[in-house]
Structure formats: C-alpha cells, structure tokens
T-cell receptor, first 111, second 115 residues
Framework: KQEVTQIPAALSVPEGENLVLNCSFT??????LQWFRQDPGKGLTSLLL?????REQTSGRLNASLDKSSGRSTLYIAASQPGDSATYLC??????????FGQGTELSVKP | NAGVTQTPKFRILKIGQSMTLQCTQD?????MYWYRQDPGMGLKLIYY???????DKGEVPNGYNVSRSTTEDFPLRLELAAPSQTSVYFC??????????????FGEGSRLTVL
C-alpha cells in the first residue's frame, strides 16, 4: 500500500530565503510524481511533474527532484516571495493509475 | 474547452439522505479520480477509473459508489449520508499513462455538509 508523507506540515520563512519541501513515499514502483500548489479555499494547481525515469524538473524558481530508490522527492523554492504562501502537495502515481497525495506542507513567507 | 466540471458547488444534506456529485470532462481523458479533502488535510482518494466501464477503490471508498458508463462522466454517489462525509470533494482527470505530460486537471470542488 502506497503511503505518501510530507514534512514539515507547516513552514514559515522570511522573504528571500531559499527553502526545501520534502515528500516521501513507501512504494518505489511509481509511474510519476507531481507537485501541486493549493491556495486557501481554492482548487489545486499543477507545478511540476517528474516521470519515474527523470531525476529532476525545473520551472522558474522551482526545482523538483526525485530519488525513486530512497522514496523521496524534494521541492526547492528559490528566493521565496510572499506570493509563494500556499499549501504544497505532492502526489505519486503508480503503474495502475492510482494517484495518492501527501497531506501537504503549509508554507508562509513573511515580508 | 470547459475542462473538468463539478456540480453542485455547495450542498447541505440531512443524515441518511442520498445524493450524486456530478463530474464531467470534455478533454477525452481516460483516467478520472474522486478525492475528498478535510480541513487542514491533504486529498484522500475515494475511487478512480482508468476508462469507461472500469472503476477501482481508493483509500477511503466506504459510503460511496461510482460508475463510469462514458469517458466523459464519473459521478460519485453518496448513500445514507453521514456527518463524517462532510468535506470538500474534488474530481480530477488525466489523459492517460502514455500522456507526455500526465498533468492532472481538477474541478473546482464541491463543498458538502451533512447535518
């Protein structure tokens, strides 16, 4: 049974700081891993998708890495801004199409 | 192109009532999902479908039923609503395993309260 865990549950940083969010999963037989952003009371926005054969993906100030063998992914946010404040969720998809989410990390970037 | 459409957006049910949350996508996606999200929590998978006529249980299927008679529609049925089913429900879809992007598209959510 796939379990996805995100640590920490909440994080508060000053503006401009670089930060790392963590996602771990118990079953390494994954198809891909995605990172999402959710603003309060809103739906989810896809940020980055990493296929199982890839090691990392980058989009602007965001960089996501994947280490299947250790069951870990990280989301690196460079030069954080108050507008980055949101909940960040990772989701792991297996070969059969099942897509499991972590519980999310609530990020607050203080001006 | 409407994407993923969920209805209703809000609903209040009495304990024991039944209802269906509708989900429709117009992107010809094969994979569809139903999630629930409780306050301060991540998304829990209720049911998913990899194509018309195929459905599978997720992490929290008890108290729910689904059907997938067409590629476009994936309704979620709540039988005998209970207060524990008070939550925000999200429907999502992906083109399929062979999609080059695999990007997950979400509906706007349906907020259900059971009193």
């Amino acid at each position: 049974k796939q379990e996805v865990t995100q640590i920490p549950a909440a994080l508060s940083v000053p503006e401009g700081e670089n930060l790392v969010l963590n996602c771990s999963f118990t079953d390494s037989a994954i198809y891909n891993l995605q990172w999402f952003r959710q603003d309060p009371g809103k739906g989810l926005t896809s940020l980055l998708l990493i296929q199982s054969s890839q090691r990392e993906q980058t989009s602007g100030r965001l960089n996501a890495s994947l280490d299947k063998s250790s069951g870990r992914s990280t989301l690196y946010i460079a030069a954080s801004q108050p507008g980055d404040s949101a909940t960040y969720l990772c989701a792991v998809k297996n070969q059969g199409g099942k897509l499991i989410f972590g519980q999310g990390t609530e990020l607050s970037v203080k001006p | 192109n409407a994407g993923v459409t969920q209805t209703p957006k809000f609903r209040i049910l009495k304990i024991g009532q039944s209802m269906t949350l509708q989900c429709t996508q117009d992107m010809n996606h094969n994979y569809m999902y139903w999630y629930r999200q409780d306050p301060g929590m991540g998304l829990k998978l209720i049911y998913y479908s990899v194509g018309a006529g195929i459905t599978d249980k997720g992490e929290v299927p008890n108290g729910y039923n689904v059907s997938r008679s067409t590629t476009e529609d994936f309704p979620l049925r709540l039988e005998l609503a209970a207060p524990s089913q008070t939550s925000v429900y999200f429907c999502a879809s992906i083109l399929g395993q062979t999609s080059s992007t695999g990007e997950l598209f979400f509906g706007e959510g349906s907020r259900l309260t059971v009193l």
